[in-house]
């Protein structure tokens, strides 16, 4: 990595909204135009001072395909601020980070907006390729009569089949898995029981619910809806998360001999997180008063059917390069994807066999606490809007970290397609042990 620090200098997010089948309240652009309108408006600078907008999204709208532009001429970026859109599936927001941290050092950039976004909810259905070619031939037919054939042809099924963008969306299209399916591979390679899995996802609701309370949630700043309606928390965190309750659940991915269900599975989530990242230049010139710099990233590649160890592969090479062991690192974000996922990400880093063959290690690199992990709750509590994750579990690891006056955090996430993202994350404010 280069030597030129860069400083994430303040950041915000929407409440995560759950998806119940139906078009939510917002769209993605909406999202990410209040959640960048309550960050900017505190700043000294105005949005035309950016030097570019970067925003992460893995399930932009047809008509917002550039969704990164389109939010910033609507956050009144003006013309002359490029922005522009990544997409790396779960790890989008983080994405949009790591780009703007390469952007800034190398002298481009020096204020940079940087996040992500998804709303799952608007996720569209499609035709199926039957009523696709049908259409097809339909626009070809030139007579009255032919056309009264092809309404003839027509078949209702055809009509009422519609393909789930999301499900396609969240199924890999090179190992044929949906994203729970590659989760339940790592339950059977791990042993993973559903007990395990639904103690995890119990705790990250409590973990959640505990850190409303206490108030550490402060990134969150309220969506207003087109009918004056306010969303001023994650509406998927639930006080009364019990085993009992989860046991009840089936499971969704095997139905015949699975344990992930959709209670130990992350939430299908509306949401946006942005963070505010600067240059020493920057800093010095705007007066800001930094949360934290960015210290390091990775990224890396391992077998989609198995892609939820992303984490342990990009997070290792950091401790390395670091000289750094699991314990060394004061707090770590790690995105809930599905409860066996974290779980069998802790199992792989315990495993002498795994860290010698998967990561060429000479031993297991050992055992994470549970008291460093996702203290506020994760995913399986908050939500997983695609896009938006990986912005929000660096921008929150920075307000966990300052709130325990710690020092150093990792933010890891898998992603579909077999790879994994990690950033290692430094608290400069004060209270820093």
């Not at 210290?295 to 390395?320: K, N, R, Y």
Request: proline letters at 5%.
């Amino acid at each position: 990595m280069g030597s030129e620090p860069v400083y994430v200098v303040d950041g915000a997010r929407t409440p995560f909204l759950k998806g119940r089948n139906a078009p939510g309240p917002f769209t993605a652009s909406d999202l990410a135009v209040q959640a960048g309108r309550a960050l900017l408006i505190r700043q000294r600078f105005s949005a035309a001072d950016l030097d570019e907008v970067i925003l992460g999204c893995a399930s932009p709208s047809p008509d917002e395909v550039n969704i990164g532009r389109v939010v910033a001429l609507r956050l009144g970026c003006g013309h002359r601020v490029p922005a522009w859109t990544v997409m790396r599936n779960c790890a989008s927001g983080m994405q949009a980070i790591d780009a703007a941290m390469a952007n800034i050092r190398t002298g481009r950039s020096q204020l940079v907006l940087a996040g992500g976004v998804d709303a799952l909810s608007h996720a569209p259905l499609l035709y199926n390729e039957a009523m696709v070619h049908w259409f097809a031939r339909m626009m070809q037919a030139k007579s009255i009569g032919q056309k009264a054939g092809m309404f003839s042809r027509l078949r209702p099924a055809q009509l009422l089949s519609p393909v789930i963008g999301l499900l396609k969306g969240l199924t890999d299209p090179v190992v044929g898995l949906l994203m729970g399916q590659t989760a339940e591979n790592l339950a059977w390679r791990f042993a993973i029981s559903r007990q395990q899995m639904d103690e995890f996802s119990v705790r990250s609701h409590q973990r959640a619910v505990a850190a409303r309370q206490a108030g550490r949630f402060g990134e969150i700043v309220p969506l207003v809806d087109g009918q004056g309606r306010v969303y001023l928390e994650d509406d998927g965190v639930r006080a009364d998360s019990s085993m009992a309750g989860l046991a009840r659940l089936k499971p969704f991915f095997d139905r015949r001999y699975g344990r992930v269900t959709p209670g130990n599975s992350s939430q299908i989530t509306d949401g946006a997180a942005w963070l505010l990242l600067a240059s020493q230049a920057a800093v010095d010139d705007w007066q800001l008063q930094p949360l934290g710099r960015i210290m390091d990233s990775e990224w890396a590649g391992l077998d989609p059917a198995e892609m939820g160890l992303g984490p342990v592969h990009a997070a290792t090479p950091i401790l390395q390069r670091q000289q750094l062991g699991l314990d060394d690192i004061d707090l770590w974000e790690i995105n809930e994807a599905f409860a066996a996922q974290l779980i069998g990400c802790l199992a792989a880093w315990e495993s002498d066999v795994y860290c010698r063959e998967q990561l060429g290690l000479p031993a297991a690199l050992g055992s994470l606490t549970s008291e460093r992990l996702n203290v506020d709750g994760g995913a399986i509590a908050i939500g997983h809007p695609v896009g938006a994750s990986g912005a929000r579990i660096v921008l929150h690891l920075l307000h966990a970290l300052r709130a325990a006056g710690a020092r150093r955090g990792i933010a890891a996430i898998c992603i579909g397609g077999g790879q994994g993202g990690a950033m290692l994350v430094e608290n400069i404010g004060t209270g820093v042990a």
